[in-house]
């Protein structure tokens, strides 16, 4: 069933070190130990499985918490004695509740794309009292159109001045309302980001 070219003989005790990265984020999430049978159960049941060399069994994580990591890609290194495997997290990773073994938060590291997070959060579940974001997308989406509108012409009159900071401050102000638009139509900066790809191709 195994397909991919591991070498499990270089460790004496068959065992090969397998690190998990989240498939969306990037972040790597923990590092375990695959022999023979872990890999092959990985790849049919599509959950990562190690041999837990504390239970000296096969382990799928998750089994008892729930929080799954259903395997996307499987990576074999240069030297085919590792793993990589890029995953989707079925909740905290960690058994101490942390996202990751490392104790990090697991999201992207790029920042527009934890503010695309933020906005889709508050969208969710922000007070409009208290929360900018929430109160106006509960003012729906022609307002929403209507701010990336002023924001666009605020930064137009700005740029015909030589005040930076203004300037600057009126950009931030019109990418932040364009991200709020983006999410309201149900689309993100990266779905834009492929438009311009395949524009680039051509």
Known sequence: MNSLQIDFKKSPDGLVPAVV???DTGKVLMLGYMNVEALEQTQREGKVTFFSR?????????????NYLLVKQIAVDCDQDSLL???EPLGPVCHTGADTCWDEKNHREDFLACLEETIAERRLHGDPENSYVARLFGKGINKIAQKVGEEAVELVIESKDHDDGLFLNEAADLLFHYLILLNAKGYNLQDVTNVLRERHKN
């Open 21 to 23: 990265q989240d498939v």
């Open 54 to 66: 504390s239970k000296q069994r096969l382990w799928t994580k998750g089994e008892e918490s729930g």
């Open 85 to 87: 495997i890029k995953a």
